[in-house]
């Protein structure tokens, strides 16, 4: 068995900083966390283990701090944890930061904005919460339900396929040729970077085990963008989910993972993978 990691994989800067600052400040004080700081299941029971609190609302928030999660949150939802008298610790990755400006920028300029994700998103509700009128898509079916505008500005949830959101632009102008359709590019280059070197990893491989959150989109992502190239794709969130019967004597192993994946997950995966190998055995945990 030989096994292989992708080029680009596991945890962003903006994931890293977040966590960082989200520890920093336990360590002084009291915090809650709106939300989940990112979607992975480890990364946040080892921030409760640090007596790190998270709600989903600001009502409900009993320390003097709360932090803003790294998906990034509406002027609307911060300003009303203010006027409780909280303190808001901004933990916006960055790149979010700059897909909030490039929305604004639209919307000034007179498009009707057009977001590419996840309407439930956390990053697409922050993106929208602010604004009186927008459409979320995710499909050419989402398109194809719009109703004709003059101007188009069309953007993306930070997270999807670059592949996605470019075929999503192109079937847009397609559907309405009459309107003005300006594309603000918002996908983040730690996303651009994982899928690429996905699609090249699932290419040389038998097996792909994609490391990540249950319900973090761009490790859902990857396990989409992987199938399309490797017959057998799996979803784990550690070393547990590994089953024997997805491994033979063989194969070549491909590892990649979500951009909120931690490097010791990464490492455990590999290293159960790695003793199977050694030993020519089941792969049990």
Do not use: Y
């Not at 915090?31 to 029971?45: C, K, Q, S, Y």
């Not at 920028?105 to 977001?115: A, C, D, G, T």
């Not at 079916?141 to 670059?162: C, H, K, N, V, W």
């Amino acid at each position: 068995m030989k096994i292989l990691r992708a080029e680009h994989l596991g945890m962003c800067f903006g994931v890293r900083d977040a966590i960082a600052l989200a520890l920093d400040t336990a360590q002084r004080e009291p915090l809650t966390i709106l939300g989940d700081l990112v979607h992975n299941e480890t990364v946040l029971a080892d921030l409760r283990s640090q007596g790190i609190a998270f709600q989903n609302e600001a009502a409900a928030v009993a320390t003097p701090t709360v932090m803003i999660t790294a998906h990034g949150a509406s002027e609307r939802r911060q300003q009303s944890a203010r006027a409780r008298g909280l303190r808001v610790l901004e933990a916006t990755c960055p790149l979010v930061h700059v897909a909030h400006r490039a929305l604004l920028k639209l919307v000034s300029e007179q498009f009707h904005p057009v977001i590419i994700g996840k309407r439930d998103h956390v990053e697409v509700r922050g993106l929208t919460e602010d604004l009186s009128a927008f459409d979320v898509v995710l499909c050419e079916a989402d398109i194809a339900q719009l109703s004709e505008r003059a101007r188009f500005g069309i953007m993306a949830q930070t997270t999807q396929p670059i592949d996605k959101v470019q075929h999503l632009v192109q079937f847009l102008r397609k559907t309405f040729p009459k309107s003005e359709v300006r594309f603000a590019d918002t996908v983040c280059q730690p996303t651009k970077q994982r899928q690429n070197a996905a699609v090249e990893l699932a290419r040389k491989c038998d097996v792909v085990i994609v490391i990540g959150g249950a319900h973090s989109n761009n490790t859902q992502e990857l396990v989409k963008t992987c199938s399309q190239f490797c017959p057998r794709v799996h979803h784990v969130q550690s070393a547990a989910d590994l089953q024997s019967e997805w491994f033979r004597d063989e194969d070549t192993v491909g590892i990649t993972a979500g951009t909120s994946t931690p490097d010791k997950l990464i490492n455990e995966v590999e290293q159960h993978i790695q003793t199977r190998k050694e030993r020519h055995e089941p792969c049990l945990v």
